[in-house]
């Protein structure tokens, strides 16, 4: 892998030199004024018929797109087929730059108007970190904000590092491009993320406004490099001197892993998701459409749920990075899942404290589609009992031994210990069976 170098200075501790990775446009030093883009207010009130618990309503999205920047530098935005040459040679930019109609309608603006046409309730755009230079970057976050003033609520992310230096990350709720080499996880959590904060102090404590990331594709790197160099360097494994490190270094900030991504199903990323969540990961369901061509919104049914206040940028950005979603393979399915505890309800992605091992948790599921109200489902629980060792393992409850219609159901389950976590999955039954992933309860001491 190769590394990068980063000086530092006061206030942002910007970087001032390095190097990038896989062609395309040089990386320019990252350096913003730090301007927060504005933010609009709650939408108000939401009449549109949803899936509902508590105070949250259930909105629906995906997190990871591309788009074709200023100067075709993200590769993003094609209309169908592929460009010749490598992502990112010489080649590859004469033909995006020469070839303008095949591009036509890929630009930021114009793919956010495609997203919300395809119905979705929010959206991320997410170029490559190292194929856009500054400027392409910040036409991309002016995109972004000068959607900001309706209720269709577009994040603005990256995605950072490259597949073949230990897969990529999407990283979210930032408006300056990273300027680290790609593998440099270590960086990213110890000087890049801490940084922007320090500038933005008004993320403080604020989780509709903290930077958060994704681990993105995560089975996707299996064809790059051998399953021994996955485990040794996927999502910069190789920059921590023990798997414990790595996980203390990543939950800091990592928030979600893609258990759906690109058109596949969950059977593409759950085993290593499994293996994730495993190695100390506490980490959320999410989807990533990582979207090429012009496909918005409709690569895939597929979408990531958020349990949120409304449809905000704070709102749905706060219901992110508190990790109430959850992954479904059905585009219009709502559901929670809540832990009913003495002090109060905590609901799906949370962290909970139990009295003992052993004691039941009870929780709660409610399922509801409007779009298919006779639909039956078969209900899964997992729980691993710690970090390392063996994987999560299904448990029986009795009440889920039959397929069950829409509705709310109480269960319990026997609480792991410290380091466990408990994690449902749901398969919607039927010609095509559609299968949801939710956010673990992450059980702590």
């Given at each position: 892998m190769r590394r990068g170098w980063l000086a530092l200075a006061s206030g942002l501790l910007p970087l001032l030199s390095c190097t990038h990775d896989g062609g395309g446009p040089p990386v320019d030093s990252g350096v913003s004024?730090?301007?927060q883009p504005p933010l609009c207010v709650d939408a108000g009130v939401d009449s549109t018929p949803r899936h509902r618990v508590g105070p949250y309503a259930?909105?629906?999205g995906t997190l990871h797109d591309h788009v074709y920047a200023l100067r075709g530098g993200d590769d993003g935005g094609i209309i169908a087929g592929n460009e010749p040459g490598v992502t990112g040679s010489a080649e590859w930019l004469a033909f995006r730059q020469q070839n303008p109609a095949r591009y036509a309608g890929g630009d930021p603006r114009a793919v956010i108007q495609k997203a919300k046409a395809a119905g979705l309730d929010f959206f991320a755009l997410t170029p490559h970190n190292h194929l856009v230079d500054g400027e392409e970057f910040a036409d991309i976050t002016a995109a972004v904000t000068e959607s900001r003033c309706g209720s269709f609520v577009v994040l603005m992310g990256q995605e950072y590092s490259t597949v073949a230096t230990g897969n990529h990350m999407t990283v979210f709720q930032t408006d300056i491009r990273i300027g680290l080499d790609g593998g440099r996880f270590d960086l990213l959590y110890a000087n890049w993320l801490p940084s922007y904060e320090s500038a933005h102090p008004e993320v403080a404590g604020n989780a509709g406004l903290r930077p958060f990331a994704a681990f993105a594709h995560p089975s996707f790197t299996a064809s790059e490099y051998t399953l021994a160099d996955k485990a040794r360097l996927e999502y910069g494994i190789d920059d921590f001197p023990t798997l414990g490190a790595w996980a203390d270094a990543s939950n800091k900030y990592v928030r979600l892993v893609e258990v759906l991504s690109g058109s596949g199903g969950d059977t593409q990323n759950r085993p290593r998701v499994l293996e994730l969540l495993n190695n100390g990961a506490r980490v959320g369901m999410s989807v990533g459409e990582d979207n090429h061509d012009q496909q918005y919104g409709t690569r895939t049914d597929s979408r990531v749920g958020v349990l949120a206040t409304g449809q905000s940028i704070s709102a749905i950005a706060e219901a992110l990075y508190e990790r109430r979603t959850f992954a479904s393979e059905d585009k219009t399915l709502g559901l929670?899942?809540?832990a009913k505890l003495a002090g109060g309800d905590r609901y799906m992605g949370s962290d909970v404290t139990v009295a003992e091992a052993g004691a039941m948790l009870p929780l709660e599921i409610g399922l509801e589609d409007?779009?298919?109200?006779?639909?039956?489902?078969r209900i899964e629980v997992l729980r691993d009992d710690a970090v390392g060792g063996a994987q999560a393992a299904a448990v029986t409850v009795p009440a889920f031994a039959s397929p069950v219609a829409a509705g709310t159901y109480q269960?319990?389950?026997?609480?792991?210990p410290a380091g466990g976590y408990?994690?449902?999955h749901v398969t919607q039954l039927g010609s095509n069976t559609d299968d949801a992933w939710?956010?673990?309860f992450f059980i702590r001491p």
């Amino acid at each position: 892998m190769r590394r990068g170098w980063l000086a530092l200075a006061s206030g942002l501790l910007p970087l001032l030199s390095c190097t990038h990775d896989g062609g395309g446009p040089p990386v320019d030093s990252g350096v913003s004024d730090g301007a927060q883009p504005p933010l609009c207010v709650d939408a108000g009130v939401d009449s549109t018929p949803r899936h509902r618990v508590g105070p949250y309503a259930t909105y629906l999205g995906t997190l990871h797109d591309h788009v074709y920047a200023l100067r075709g530098g993200d590769d993003g935005g094609i209309i169908a087929g592929n460009e010749p040459g490598v992502t990112g040679s010489a080649e590859w930019l004469a033909f995006r730059q020469q070839n303008p109609a095949r591009y036509a309608g890929g630009d930021p603006r114009a793919v956010i108007q495609k997203a919300k046409a395809a119905g979705l309730d929010f959206f991320a755009l997410t170029p490559h970190n190292h194929l856009v230079d500054g400027e392409e970057f910040a036409d991309i976050t002016a995109a972004v904000t000068e959607s900001r003033c309706g209720s269709f609520v577009v994040l603005m992310g990256q995605e950072y590092s490259t597949v073949a230096t230990g897969n990529h990350m999407t990283v979210f709720q930032t408006d300056i491009r990273i300027g680290l080499d790609g593998g440099r996880f270590d960086l990213l959590y110890a000087n890049w993320l801490p940084s922007y904060e320090s500038a933005h102090p008004e993320v403080a404590g604020n989780a509709g406004l903290r930077p958060f990331a994704a681990f993105a594709h995560p089975s996707f790197t299996a064809s790059e490099y051998t399953l021994a160099d996955k485990a040794r360097l996927e999502y910069g494994i190789d920059d921590f001197p023990t798997l414990g490190a790595w996980a203390d270094a990543s939950n800091k900030y990592v928030r979600l892993v893609e258990v759906l991504s690109g058109s596949g199903g969950d059977t593409q990323n759950r085993p290593r998701v499994l293996e994730l969540l495993n190695n100390g990961a506490r980490v959320g369901m999410s989807v990533g459409e990582d979207n090429h061509d012009q496909q918005y919104g409709t690569r895939t049914d597929s979408r990531v749920g958020v349990l949120a206040t409304g449809q905000s940028i704070s709102a749905i950005a706060e219901a992110l990075y508190e990790r109430r979603t959850f992954a479904s393979e059905d585009k219009t399915l709502g559901l929670h899942v809540v832990a009913k505890l003495a002090g109060g309800d905590r609901y799906m992605g949370s962290d909970v404290t139990v009295a003992e091992a052993g004691a039941m948790l009870p929780l709660e599921i409610g399922l509801e589609d409007a779009g298919e109200p006779g639909a039956t489902y078969r209900i899964e629980v997992l729980r691993d009992d710690a970090v390392g060792g063996a994987q999560a393992a299904a448990v029986t409850v009795p009440a889920f031994a039959s397929p069950v219609a829409a509705g709310t159901y109480q269960f319990q389950v026997a609480t792991p210990p410290a380091g466990g976590y408990v994690l449902v999955h749901v398969t919607q039954l039927g010609s095509n069976t559609d299968d949801a992933w939710v956010s673990p309860f992450f059980i702590r001491p």
